[in-house]
Structures are given as structure tokens and as C-alpha cells.
């Protein structure tokens, strides 16, 4: 007979759940430098949508031909803008009824830029927790800047921003990601 193990004493909270599955989202990400995962929830605390940065269908995936901001076109080398649609703009894209994401909750693995920053605004997002900054990676690949717009946009329209202090259970490290007990 096998011995009873012992019992479970304690679980996620909500916010636990949520940030570490956007976080599990981003390991998704065919980006070879920015790991975004987003994960969008109701007000009765409902997963309404799911998504993470990678290209559009059918284009290029960076990590099989290196970043058109960095390494340039696969084919003549020229550098080019990101290729890639951002987590956010994906979870909504991947909603089914985008009208529910109105008064939603954002929990996201990275803190929006201004373009998707914008579309959040419109699709009536009230708040976003955020796991880490986000930095756009400047042509080249050299340099990366913060785009303080973001914030600004949030500030007028009044959407609540909160870092997420809570635990991690997938860690965020691309090259080498674990998820576990903890």
C-alpha cells in the first residue's frame, strides 16, 4: 500500500494564478530578446483571453532567423521594424468577444509600450499588473529606451497600475526556464 501524502495546506491566490500564467504565456514568444506573455481577466475573475508576442501568421519567426531590428531581413540583410505583434494586441485579437475585456484586468509578464498601451485604452482595460518593464529595442540593436508615453496614456484615462511583488513559480530567464513548486 502506498503511504498518504501529505495534505495541501495552501494554493495560489488569484493574482498568484494569473501573473505566473501570463508568465507561462510568454515562454510562448518567438521574440529573441522580449518575453511577453498577457493574460486578460473579468471582473468575477475569468480568464477571457490569453496571448503572447510572436509574428504575424505565417511571417518569420525571429528565433529561426534572427530580428529584423537587429539582424535585419532574413534575405538582404537590411535592418526593418519588429516583426512581431505584441502579447497584448495578440490577447486581444484572441478574444472571442472583445467587448468583455471592458473593465478587465490585464496581468502581463511585461508593462505595455504606448501602441498597445493605446488599443488597452480602447477596449476599456481599468487595470494592469506587470511582472517586469518593457524597453523597445532600438535599430541595431545597440540600445533600448522606455517609453514613458505608456504611462502618461494610462495616468489621463485613469487605468490602475500595479508591479506584481508576488511569487513566481515559472521564472522569466528565456534561455533557461523552469516552472515549480514554491
Known amino acids: 500500500m502506498a503511504k498518504l501524502k501529505e495534505p495541501k495546506t495552501a494554493r495560489l491566490n488569484k493574482e498568484e494564478l494569473f501573473m505566473n500564467m501570463a508568465i507561462l504565456a510568454s515562454k510562448r514568444t518567438a521574440c529573441r530578446y522580449v518575453e511577453a506573455g498577457a493574460v486578460y481577466v473579468?471582473?468575477?475573475?475569468?480568464?477571457?483571453?490569453?496571448?503572447?508576442?510572436?509574428?504575424?501568421?505565417?511571417?518569420y519567426h525571429c528565433i529561426d532567423v534572427g530580428c529584423a531590428k537587429v539582424d535585419g531581413d532574413p534575405q538582404t540583410k537590411e535592418l526593418k521594424r519588429c516583426r512581431g505583434a505584441h502579447a497584448e494586441m495578440n490577447g486581444i485579437g484572441n478574444a472571442v468577444d472583445t467587448t468583455r475585456l471592458r473593465g478587465a484586468t490585464l496581468y502581463s509578464a511585461t508593462f505595455p509600450c504606448y501602441d498597445c498601451m493605446k488599443s488597452l485604452n480602447n477596449v476599456g482595460i481599468k487595470e494592469i499588473i506587470y511582472f517586469e518593464e518593457y524597453e523597445r529595442i532600438k535599430a541595431g540593436g545597440k540600445?533600448?529606451?522606455k517609453e514613458d508615453e505608456a504611462r502618461e496614456l494610462a495616468d489621463r484615462r485613469g487605468i490602475k497600475i500595479k508591479k506584481y511583488d508576488g511569487k513566481v513559480h515559472c521564472q522569466i530567464d528565456f534561455k533557461n526556464y523552469s516552472c515549480g513548486r514554491g
Open 42 to 59: 473579468d471582473k468575477n475573475n475569468r480568464v477571457i483571453s490569453i496571448g503572447y508576442n510572436g509574428p504575424t501568421e505565417g511571417d
Open 143 to 145: 540600445e533600448t529606451e
